[in-house]
Every structure is written in C-alpha cells, then in structure tokens.
C-alpha cells in the first residue's frame, strides 16, 4: 500500500525547501525501517537488529579496526558494536587480535568466514535490489543518492 503523502505542516516561518527537507527525512525514516525488515528477512540483520552485513562491510572495506573505532564511524554506541563483534565472533566471522597500537583494545578483522559470508550477503542484496530497481530510473537513483550523502554529510556536523 503506498504512504500517504504527509500533510503540510502549517506554514511558519520556514521554506518550501526546509518543508521539502522534512518530508525526505521521514521518508528516509520510513524506508530504513522497511530495509531493516527486509534484511531480517535475508540474514543481513541479527535478530536483535543489527546490521551484520553493514558491520562486515564496513571491515571489508576499510580493514581491522577497534570497537571504539567502528562505533565512531557510524555513529553508533560502543556497546552496540560490542554486541555485534560477539555476536559476530561467536558465528567465525570476525577474530580479535592484538593491536600493536593499544595493548587493550583489540582489532576486530574479518576472518575466510566472515568474507565469504559477507559476499553472499552482498549477492542476496544485489539481488533483491535487481527486483526493486526493474522499473525504476537509474539516473533518479544516483541523485537520490547524492542527495542522501550530502543530507548525511551535513548531518556529521549537527
């Protein structure tokens, strides 16, 4: 069933692009809650709701690094990442090794495992995000993304 389109807020003193704005935040909201559902459904999120695929990513690309570390760069709390390396431990995904630059905290890099696990994830996303996108623009996509990353980027500062 498509979302209603939200009524207009009263106008005050604000633009029609900051109204604009709001109405892409909350469908950004509703879309997250969707994607994460839809994840749950692929093994792309735990059962208490993280991201695994999100959090082997992120070790994918950018390498091992400290839970401190992961949580600053989405921003997420310490403790949530914590649950997910356990979580991720426990599963042969990610290993715990010695930082030669912290003696106490340890980087968390992906194992053959976690790897592989990660690019099945990845094809189950292509996947569904084939059936998604059949109809849809691919130069609309590309500037909703850019309008996403911009909306992100900005969002670092606040």
Known sequence: MPRQQAKKVRRTTHSERAEAAL????????TFFRLR??????????????GIWGFLRSLHLDGPATVPQLARARPVTRQRIQKL?????????????????HKRSKLVCL???GEAVYRQLSERILDRAD???HDM?????????????????????V
């Open 137 to 157: 623009d691919e130069a609309e996509m590309r500037a909703a993304t850019r309008v996403l990353a911009r909306l992100r980027e900005r969002l670092s500062r």
């Open 23 to 30: 109405t892409l935040m909350t469908e950004i909201a509703a």
């Open 131 to 133: 059936v998604m996108a």
């Open 37 to 50: 559902a839809a994840g749950a459904r692929i093994g792309a999120v735990s059962q208490w709701g993280g």
């Open 111 to 113: 194992t053959a495992k």
């Open 85 to 101: 390396t356990d979580e991720a431990a426990a599963a042969g995904l990610v290993a715990l090794v010695d930082n030669p630059a």
